[in-house]
């Protein structure tokens, strides 16, 4: 399990691309979350608390499950972080060293819905986008929800890997 720090929706699906290509059915996991998704959870969860030193404009939970070996997966999750280093794809990353890390990064997405609750009135959604163009969508959709709607709040998050989001 890793929580790998981007730019953008744009560079979270190349993410997705490579950690498919390397991984395949092994990716068992990989989920979409912006700054304000974690700034919400850590504000209202007093146990998650921000993963990275500075903050990020995106993040990506990625979970690799292999049947083979402990060795051999993290040997192929280590590659594919490395790769994704050295490409540009990521700006920053955390690998679970623990069960219990692990479970830690999977409650920033978990918490995600109630902090935002948490927060007051909101509005939510749960809809369908082709997976490649989830980048294209949520930068056109912010922009004229932004425009129309001056000071609104974006808690953007979803299966990235099912084109599905919140």
């Known amino acids: 399990t890793a929580l790998a720090a981007l730019a953008s929706p ?3 699906l190349k993410l997705l691309e490579l950690a498919q290509s390397m991984l395949g059915p092994a990716l068992t996991g990989f989920e979409l979350m912006s700054q304000m998704c974690l700034s919400l959870v850590a504000r209202h969860f007093t146990d998650c608390a921000a993963p990275f030193e500075s903050p ?12 083979q070996s402990e060795a051999h997966a993290t040997e192929r999750f280590d ?26 990064f999977w409650a920033l997405r978990e918490n995600i819905s109630e902090a935002q ?4 009135k909101n509005i939510k959604h749960d809809i369908s986008v082709p997976i490649s163009s989830i980048g294209d969508f949520v930068e056109s959709t912010n922009a004229a929800i932004a425009a129309a709607f ?4 974006m808690v953007v998050f979803g299966h990235l890997g099912d084109g599905n989001l919140h």
Do not use: K, T, Y
């Open 150 to 153: 001056p000071g609104v709040r």
């Open 79 to 104: 590659a594919l972080m490395e790769q994704a280093f050295e490409s540009g794809l990521i700006a920053d990353a955390l690998i679970a060293q623990s069960i219990a890390q692990s479970r830690r």
């Open 117 to 120: 609750a948490a927060e007051g």
């Open 56 to 67: 990020h404009p995106w993040c990506v939970l990625l979970e690799s499950s292999d049947s």
């Open 10 to 12: 744009h560079a979270a």
